[in-house]
């Protein structure tokens, strides 16, 4: 198999960098910064199909995903419609570790300001 100039092998194991990935340049302007709107469908029209694969891609990729982001909005709306959610450790402190998905390494602490 060939991807890009390289040989692939077969038996090979590959490891795709999806954190790396997610925040390449190439693919997402100013990637550090919360920006909700670069998932606009007029904003992501021209990416490539797998910058982001956060259910992974292909015929083996997350069949509970369109679930999985009904319940997320649901439940992330619901929170911030009814809270002011605010962080207390600043980002470079928090630290993240690799687990079977990405972790805060000490938690995120967080306070909850009930909306008027
Ligand atoms: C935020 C939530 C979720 C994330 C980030 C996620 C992510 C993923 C990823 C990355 C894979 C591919 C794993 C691999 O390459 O081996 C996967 C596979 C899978 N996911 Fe999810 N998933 C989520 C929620 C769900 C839910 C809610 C369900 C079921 C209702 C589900 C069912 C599955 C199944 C059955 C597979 C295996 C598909 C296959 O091998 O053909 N996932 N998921």
């Known amino acids: 198999m060939f991807a890009g100039d390289h040989t692939i092998l077969p038996g090979t194991s590959i ?6 990935l997610h925040r390449n340049e190439k693919h997402f302007e ?4 919360f920006d909700p709107d670069r ?7 021209d990416r ?13 990729n997350c069949i509970g995903q369109k679930f999985a982001m009904i319940v ?8 911030i419609k009814t ?12 630290g993240l570790v690799g687990e079977i998905v990405l972790n805060a ?6 306070t909850l300001e009930e909306r008027a």
């Open 72 to 79: 997320l909005k649901i439940a992330v709306a619901t929170l």
């Open 30 to 33: 100013n990637p550090e910064k």
């Open 105 to 110: 390494l000490n938690g995120i602490h967080v």
């Open 48 to 60: 490539h199909r797998f910058a982001f694969v956060p259910f992974s891609a292909g015929s083996r």
């Open 83 to 94: 809270y002011r959610v605010k962080s207390i450790d600043p980002e470079e402190k928090l």
């Open 39 to 45: 998932f606009l469908e007029e904003n992501k029209k």
């Open 15 to 20: 490891f795709i960098n999806v954190f790396a």
